[in-house]
Protein backbone atom coordinates (compact mmCIF):
# COMPACT_ATOMS: atom_id res chain seq x y z
CA UNK A 1 0.00 0.00 0.00
CA UNK A 2 1.09 3.23 -0.76
CA UNK A 3 1.75 5.70 1.98
CA UNK A 4 0.77 9.62 1.39
CA UNK A 5 3.46 11.75 2.06
CA UNK A 6 3.57 13.92 4.98
CA UNK A 7 1.89 17.07 4.62
CA UNK A 8 2.13 20.28 6.14
CA UNK A 9 -1.09 21.23 7.09
CA UNK A 10 -2.57 21.62 3.06
CA UNK A 11 -5.25 19.65 1.18
CA UNK A 12 -8.59 18.90 2.24
CA UNK A 13 -8.11 15.47 3.56
CA UNK A 14 -5.60 17.06 5.70
CA UNK A 15 -7.52 20.33 6.52
CA UNK A 16 -11.27 18.61 6.76
CA UNK A 17 -11.10 15.12 8.16
CA UNK A 18 -14.09 14.37 10.63
CA UNK A 19 -16.13 15.87 8.03
CA UNK A 20 -15.14 13.45 5.53
CA UNK A 21 -16.08 9.95 4.88
CA UNK A 22 -12.06 8.91 5.80
CA UNK A 23 -11.16 5.21 7.39
CA UNK A 24 -7.96 4.45 8.65
CA UNK A 25 -7.27 2.96 5.45
CA UNK A 26 -7.69 5.96 3.52
CA UNK A 27 -4.92 7.02 2.27
CA UNK A 28 -4.34 10.59 2.83
CA UNK A 29 -3.27 12.04 -1.10
CA UNK A 30 -2.74 15.47 -1.62
CA UNK A 31 -1.82 18.33 -4.02
CA UNK A 32 -2.50 20.97 -2.22
CA UNK A 33 -5.56 21.40 -3.18
CA UNK A 34 -8.13 23.61 -1.42
CA UNK A 35 -7.66 26.58 0.88
CA UNK A 36 -7.82 29.12 -2.07
CA UNK A 37 -7.99 32.85 -1.78
CA UNK A 38 -11.48 34.35 -0.41
CA UNK A 39 -11.32 38.18 -2.01
CA UNK A 40 -13.10 41.04 -1.62
CA UNK A 41 -14.25 43.23 -4.77
CA UNK A 42 -12.65 46.62 -5.24
CA UNK A 43 -14.61 47.43 -8.53
CA UNK A 44 -17.91 45.74 -8.90
CA UNK A 45 -18.86 45.65 -5.57
CA UNK A 46 -19.51 49.14 -5.92
CA UNK A 47 -20.68 49.14 -9.78
CA UNK A 48 -23.03 46.57 -9.30
CA UNK A 49 -24.38 47.67 -5.63
CA UNK A 50 -23.37 45.14 -3.42
CA UNK A 51 -23.10 45.34 0.61
CA UNK A 52 -19.67 42.96 0.74
CA UNK A 53 -19.07 41.22 -2.29
CA UNK A 54 -16.05 38.78 -2.85
CA UNK A 55 -14.74 35.91 -4.93
CA UNK A 56 -13.30 32.73 -4.39
CA UNK A 57 -10.70 31.60 -6.32
CA UNK A 58 -11.05 28.19 -7.32
CA UNK A 59 -8.65 29.10 -10.17
CA UNK A 60 -5.91 28.66 -7.69
CA UNK A 61 -6.40 24.86 -6.76
CA UNK A 62 -3.33 22.48 -8.08
CA UNK A 63 -5.25 21.82 -11.53
CA UNK A 64 -6.72 25.07 -12.04
CA UNK A 65 -10.52 24.61 -10.75
CA UNK A 66 -12.66 22.79 -8.02
CA UNK A 67 -12.57 19.80 -9.37
CA UNK A 68 -9.56 18.89 -7.11
CA UNK A 69 -11.48 18.92 -4.31
CA UNK A 70 -13.95 16.22 -5.25
CA UNK A 71 -11.07 14.32 -6.99
CA UNK A 72 -8.57 13.86 -4.36
CA UNK A 73 -10.96 12.15 -2.18
CA UNK A 74 -12.58 10.06 -4.73
CA UNK A 75 -9.20 8.89 -6.00
CA UNK A 76 -8.13 8.49 -2.21
CA UNK A 77 -11.72 5.60 -2.06
CA UNK A 78 -10.92 4.20 -4.97
CA UNK A 79 -7.54 3.48 -4.01
CA UNK A 80 -8.87 2.22 -0.42
CA UNK A 81 -11.13 0.10 -2.53
CA UNK A 82 -8.22 -1.23 -4.15
CA UNK A 83 -8.86 0.27 -7.63
CA UNK A 84 -6.16 0.36 -10.27
CA UNK A 85 -8.27 2.89 -12.89
CA UNK A 86 -10.35 5.69 -13.20
CA UNK A 87 -12.68 6.60 -16.13
CA UNK A 88 -14.70 9.85 -16.59
CA UNK A 89 -16.52 12.11 -18.56
CA UNK A 90 -15.48 15.15 -19.29
CA UNK A 91 -15.72 18.93 -20.59
CA UNK A 92 -12.20 19.27 -19.86
CA UNK A 93 -11.90 20.43 -16.04
CA UNK A 94 -12.24 16.69 -14.18
CA UNK A 95 -10.45 14.61 -16.81
CA UNK A 96 -7.64 17.54 -16.19
CA UNK A 97 -8.31 16.47 -12.44
CA UNK A 98 -8.62 13.22 -12.26
CA UNK A 99 -5.33 12.87 -14.68
CA UNK A 100 -3.53 14.57 -12.22
CA UNK A 101 -4.68 12.63 -9.30
CA UNK A 102 -4.09 9.09 -10.98
CA UNK A 103 -0.60 10.16 -11.84
CA UNK A 104 -0.27 10.89 -8.61
CA UNK A 105 -1.35 7.42 -7.56
CA UNK A 106 0.54 5.67 -10.51
CA UNK A 107 -2.73 4.35 -11.57
CA UNK A 108 -4.45 4.53 -14.88
CA UNK A 109 -6.90 7.35 -15.98
CA UNK A 110 -9.36 7.03 -18.88
CA UNK A 111 -11.17 10.31 -19.99
CA UNK A 112 -14.23 10.04 -22.55
CA UNK A 113 -14.25 13.63 -24.00
CA UNK A 114 -16.80 14.93 -26.86
CA UNK A 115 -14.83 16.11 -29.50
CA UNK A 116 -14.42 19.37 -30.54
CA UNK A 117 -15.82 21.20 -27.02
CA UNK A 118 -12.85 21.06 -24.92
CA UNK A 119 -10.79 23.77 -24.27
CA UNK A 120 -7.25 23.18 -25.46
CA UNK A 121 -5.46 23.98 -22.21
CA UNK A 122 -8.04 21.10 -20.24
CA UNK A 123 -6.99 19.02 -23.25
CA UNK A 124 -2.98 19.57 -22.43
CA UNK A 125 -3.13 18.70 -18.82
CA UNK A 126 -4.90 15.33 -19.35
CA UNK A 127 -1.95 15.18 -22.18
CA UNK A 128 0.63 15.76 -20.06
CA UNK A 129 -0.78 13.52 -17.14
CA UNK A 130 -0.45 10.87 -19.52
CA UNK A 131 -4.37 9.82 -19.49
CA UNK A 132 -5.63 7.93 -21.90
CA UNK A 133 -8.12 9.75 -24.05
CA UNK A 134 -10.80 8.95 -25.88
CA UNK A 135 -12.89 11.40 -28.15
CA UNK A 136 -16.42 10.67 -29.28
CA UNK A 137 -18.71 12.29 -32.00
CA UNK A 138 -21.32 13.73 -29.05
CA UNK A 139 -21.97 15.74 -26.36
CA UNK A 140 -21.00 15.51 -22.55
CA UNK A 141 -24.34 14.22 -21.73
CA UNK A 142 -23.83 10.96 -24.00
CA UNK A 143 -20.06 10.85 -22.93
CA UNK A 144 -21.03 10.46 -19.28
CA UNK A 145 -23.98 8.17 -20.57
CA UNK A 146 -20.81 5.93 -21.65
CA UNK A 147 -18.52 5.92 -18.98
CA UNK A 148 -21.77 5.39 -16.80
CA UNK A 149 -21.70 2.20 -18.62
CA UNK A 150 -18.47 0.84 -19.40
CA UNK A 151 -17.90 1.22 -15.29
CA UNK A 152 -20.80 -0.71 -14.93
CA UNK A 153 -19.40 -3.98 -16.11
CA UNK A 154 -15.26 -3.43 -16.29
CA UNK A 155 -12.84 -2.96 -12.75
CA UNK A 156 -12.76 0.98 -13.52
CA UNK A 157 -13.64 3.34 -10.49
CA UNK A 158 -15.99 6.39 -12.02
CA UNK A 159 -15.05 9.55 -11.09
CA UNK A 160 -17.74 11.74 -11.92
CA UNK A 161 -19.34 13.71 -9.74
CA UNK A 162 -22.12 11.18 -9.39
CA UNK A 163 -19.85 9.84 -7.71
CA UNK A 164 -20.92 10.75 -4.07
CA UNK A 165 -16.87 11.19 -2.70
CA UNK A 166 -17.06 13.82 -5.27
CA UNK A 167 -19.23 16.03 -3.73
CA UNK A 168 -18.16 15.58 -0.29
CA UNK A 169 -14.54 16.59 -1.14
CA UNK A 170 -16.28 19.84 -2.97
CA UNK A 171 -18.07 20.52 0.05
CA UNK A 172 -15.16 22.09 1.72
CA UNK A 173 -15.19 25.03 -0.44
CA UNK A 174 -18.01 26.15 1.64
CA UNK A 175 -16.02 25.00 4.83
CA UNK A 176 -13.36 27.31 3.87
CA UNK A 177 -16.06 30.33 3.02
CA UNK A 178 -17.62 30.39 6.46
CA UNK A 179 -14.24 29.76 8.49
CA UNK A 180 -13.04 33.20 6.20
CA UNK A 181 -16.01 34.81 6.64
CA UNK A 182 -16.77 33.81 10.32
CA UNK A 183 -20.55 32.59 8.86
CA UNK A 184 -21.97 32.11 5.85
CA UNK A 185 -23.04 34.92 3.40
CA UNK A 186 -26.11 36.35 2.30
CA UNK A 187 -25.76 34.93 -0.90
CA UNK A 188 -24.18 32.61 -3.19
CA UNK A 189 -23.43 32.77 -6.99
CA UNK A 190 -22.35 30.19 -8.83
CA UNK A 191 -22.08 28.54 -12.41
CA UNK A 192 -24.55 25.45 -12.88
CA UNK A 193 -23.29 22.54 -15.43
CA UNK A 194 -23.57 18.82 -14.13
CA UNK A 195 -25.35 20.78 -10.72
CA UNK A 196 -22.44 19.14 -8.89
CA UNK A 197 -20.66 21.90 -7.35
CA UNK A 198 -23.98 23.90 -6.44
CA UNK A 199 -25.17 20.41 -4.25
CA UNK A 200 -21.78 19.77 -2.79
CA UNK A 201 -21.81 23.53 -1.51
CA UNK A 202 -25.23 23.25 -0.07
CA UNK A 203 -24.42 20.30 2.04
CA UNK A 204 -21.51 21.87 3.53
CA UNK A 205 -23.18 25.17 4.42
CA UNK A 206 -26.24 23.07 5.91
CA UNK A 207 -23.48 20.43 7.83
CA UNK A 208 -21.49 23.41 9.42
CA UNK A 209 -24.94 25.18 9.93
CA UNK A 210 -25.81 21.85 12.02
CA UNK A 211 -22.82 21.69 13.72
CA UNK A 212 -22.77 25.38 14.77
CA UNK A 213 -20.25 26.97 12.81
CA UNK A 214 -22.68 28.68 10.91
CA UNK A 215 -25.60 30.76 12.49
CA UNK A 216 -27.23 31.34 8.86
CA UNK A 217 -27.23 29.60 5.32
CA UNK A 218 -26.92 31.49 2.10
CA UNK A 219 -29.61 31.48 -0.64
CA UNK A 220 -28.09 29.48 -3.54
CA UNK A 221 -27.92 31.50 -6.91
CA UNK A 222 -26.82 29.04 -9.66
CA UNK A 223 -26.38 30.39 -13.26
CA UNK A 224 -26.58 28.17 -16.19
CA UNK A 225 -25.93 28.98 -19.94
CA UNK A 226 -28.74 30.50 -21.66
CA UNK A 227 -27.95 28.09 -24.50
CA UNK A 228 -27.72 24.95 -21.60
CA UNK A 229 -30.29 25.55 -19.34
CA UNK A 230 -32.18 22.59 -18.49
CA UNK A 231 -33.03 23.80 -15.33
CA UNK A 232 -34.30 26.73 -16.17
CA UNK A 233 -36.67 25.65 -18.78
CA UNK A 234 -37.57 22.62 -16.77
CA UNK A 235 -36.33 20.03 -19.60
CA UNK A 236 -33.46 18.58 -21.50
CA UNK A 237 -31.57 20.16 -23.54
CA UNK A 238 -30.54 18.27 -26.78
CA UNK A 239 -28.10 19.72 -28.07
CA UNK A 240 -26.66 22.42 -25.52
CA UNK A 241 -24.66 25.63 -26.83
CA UNK A 242 -22.27 28.01 -24.80
CA UNK A 243 -19.06 29.86 -25.00
CA UNK A 244 -18.83 28.50 -21.51
CA UNK A 245 -18.10 24.65 -22.35
CA UNK A 246 -17.49 23.93 -18.77
CA UNK A 247 -21.33 24.35 -18.29
CA UNK A 248 -22.05 22.78 -21.36
CA UNK A 249 -24.31 20.35 -20.49
CA UNK A 250 -27.92 19.45 -21.27
CA UNK A 251 -29.22 17.02 -18.61
CA UNK A 252 -27.40 17.66 -15.47
CA UNK A 253 -26.60 14.26 -13.52
CA UNK A 254 -27.72 16.29 -9.91
CA UNK A 255 -30.42 17.64 -10.87
CA UNK A 256 -32.68 17.00 -8.39
CA UNK A 257 -30.21 18.00 -5.73
CA UNK A 258 -29.73 21.32 -7.28
CA UNK A 259 -33.41 21.99 -7.28
CA UNK A 260 -33.45 20.98 -3.46
CA UNK A 261 -30.56 23.58 -2.65
CA UNK A 262 -32.47 26.45 -4.38
CA UNK A 263 -35.73 25.49 -2.99
CA UNK A 264 -34.57 24.84 0.66
CA UNK A 265 -32.04 27.71 0.41
CA UNK A 266 -34.76 30.08 -0.93
CA UNK A 267 -32.26 30.77 -3.66
CA UNK A 268 -33.00 30.82 -7.29
CA UNK A 269 -31.37 28.88 -10.37
CA UNK A 270 -31.56 31.45 -13.55
CA UNK A 271 -29.48 31.72 -16.93
CA UNK A 272 -26.96 34.14 -18.53
CA UNK A 273 -26.79 34.75 -22.05
CA UNK A 274 -23.34 33.98 -23.61
CA UNK A 275 -22.77 37.88 -24.16
CA UNK A 276 -23.38 38.64 -20.49
CA UNK A 277 -20.74 35.81 -19.52
CA UNK A 278 -18.67 37.44 -21.55
CA UNK A 279 -19.20 41.09 -20.44
CA UNK A 280 -18.74 39.89 -17.08
CA UNK A 281 -15.42 37.78 -18.02
CA UNK A 282 -14.06 41.02 -19.16
CA UNK A 283 -14.79 43.18 -16.45
CA UNK A 284 -13.77 40.36 -13.78
CA UNK A 285 -10.15 40.63 -15.53
CA UNK A 286 -10.09 44.10 -16.38
CA UNK A 287 -11.52 45.44 -13.47
CA UNK A 288 -10.66 43.24 -10.49
CA UNK A 289 -7.27 41.60 -12.04
CA UNK A 290 -9.23 38.09 -11.91
CA UNK A 291 -9.01 35.69 -14.55
CA UNK A 292 -11.58 33.30 -14.64
CA UNK A 293 -12.78 30.96 -17.37
CA UNK A 294 -15.78 31.96 -19.25
CA UNK A 295 -18.10 29.39 -17.32
CA UNK A 296 -16.91 31.05 -14.20
CA UNK A 297 -17.77 34.24 -15.26
CA UNK A 298 -21.53 32.63 -15.15
CA UNK A 299 -21.55 33.76 -11.60
CA UNK A 300 -20.62 37.43 -11.69
CA UNK A 301 -23.04 37.38 -15.20
CA UNK A 302 -25.46 35.69 -12.68
CA UNK A 303 -24.87 38.70 -9.84
CA UNK A 304 -25.17 41.88 -12.22
CA UNK A 305 -28.48 39.95 -14.01
CA UNK A 306 -30.31 39.56 -10.34
CA UNK A 307 -28.68 42.79 -9.21
CA UNK A 308 -31.18 44.90 -11.37
CA UNK A 309 -34.21 43.89 -9.95
CA UNK A 310 -33.64 42.96 -6.22
CA UNK A 311 -32.09 46.22 -4.76
CA UNK A 312 -31.93 44.61 -1.48
CA UNK A 313 -28.61 43.08 -2.47
CA UNK A 314 -27.16 46.55 -1.44
CA UNK A 315 -27.28 45.52 2.09
CA UNK A 316 -26.36 41.97 1.74
CA UNK A 317 -22.82 39.99 2.30
CA UNK A 318 -22.40 37.93 -1.21
CA UNK A 319 -19.84 35.40 -2.44
CA UNK A 320 -19.11 34.74 -6.39
CA UNK A 321 -17.40 31.29 -6.81
CA UNK A 322 -14.57 32.18 -9.47
CA UNK A 323 -14.64 28.06 -10.54
CA UNK A 324 -11.63 27.99 -12.87
CA UNK A 325 -8.51 29.97 -13.94
CA UNK A 326 -9.32 31.42 -17.69
CA UNK A 327 -5.63 29.82 -18.35
CA UNK A 328 -7.62 27.02 -19.68
CA UNK A 329 -9.33 28.88 -22.36
CA UNK A 330 -6.85 31.15 -24.14
CA UNK A 331 -8.66 30.67 -27.41
CA UNK A 332 -11.90 32.77 -25.63
CA UNK A 333 -9.64 34.71 -24.00
CA UNK A 334 -7.43 36.91 -26.90
CA UNK A 335 -10.88 36.11 -29.63
CA UNK A 336 -10.96 39.29 -32.16
CA UNK A 337 -7.72 40.75 -29.90
CA UNK A 338 -5.62 41.41 -33.42
CA UNK A 339 -1.86 40.71 -32.76
CA UNK A 340 0.11 44.30 -32.81
CA UNK A 341 2.71 44.40 -35.56
CA UNK A 342 5.91 44.25 -34.25
CA UNK A 343 8.09 47.59 -34.62
CA UNK A 344 11.81 47.90 -34.73
CA UNK A 345 13.40 48.42 -30.88
CA UNK A 346 13.24 52.00 -31.19
CA UNK A 347 12.37 54.19 -28.47
CA UNK A 348 11.14 56.57 -30.82
CA UNK A 349 8.71 53.86 -32.74
CA UNK A 350 7.42 52.99 -29.59
CA UNK A 351 6.76 56.35 -28.15
CA UNK A 352 4.83 57.00 -31.48
CA UNK A 353 3.26 53.32 -31.07
CA UNK A 354 2.39 54.88 -27.55
CA UNK A 355 1.20 57.85 -28.74
CA UNK A 356 3.62 59.66 -26.46
CA UNK A 357 5.38 61.14 -29.43
C1 LIG B 1 -17.21 21.64 -13.65
C2 LIG B 1 -17.20 23.12 -13.76
C3 LIG B 1 -18.36 23.90 -13.60
C4 LIG B 1 -19.70 23.29 -13.39
O1 LIG B 1 -19.81 22.60 -12.17
P1 LIG B 1 -20.94 21.48 -11.99
O2 LIG B 1 -20.62 20.81 -10.73
O3 LIG B 1 -20.82 20.59 -13.20
O4 LIG B 1 -22.25 22.20 -11.99
C5 LIG B 1 -18.25 25.27 -13.63
N1 LIG B 1 -17.06 25.86 -13.86
C6 LIG B 1 -15.93 25.15 -14.02
C7 LIG B 1 -14.66 25.88 -14.25
C8 LIG B 1 -15.97 23.76 -13.97
O5 LIG B 1 -14.83 23.07 -14.15
Request: aromatic content about 6%; charged content about 20%; hydrophobic content about 40%.
Amino acid sequence: MRQGTKSVGRGVLFRYPDYLPLTADTPRITLGEGDTPLVRSRFLEKEIGVGELYFKLEGCNPTGSFKDRGMVLAVAKALEAGSRAIICASTGNTSASAAAYGARCGIETLVIVPSGYVAMGKLAQAVVYGARIIPIEGNFDQALQLVRSLAAVHPVTLVNSVNPHRLEGQKTAAFEVVDALDDAPDYLFIPVGNAGNISAYWQGFQEYHKGGQAHRRPKMMGYQAAGAAPIVRGEEVRNPQTVATAIRIGKPASWAKAVAARDESGGAIDMVTDEEILQAYHSLARHEGVFGEPASAASVAGLMKYARNHREIGESRVVCIITGTGLKDTDTAVLGAAPAQPMAPDMKAVERALGWA
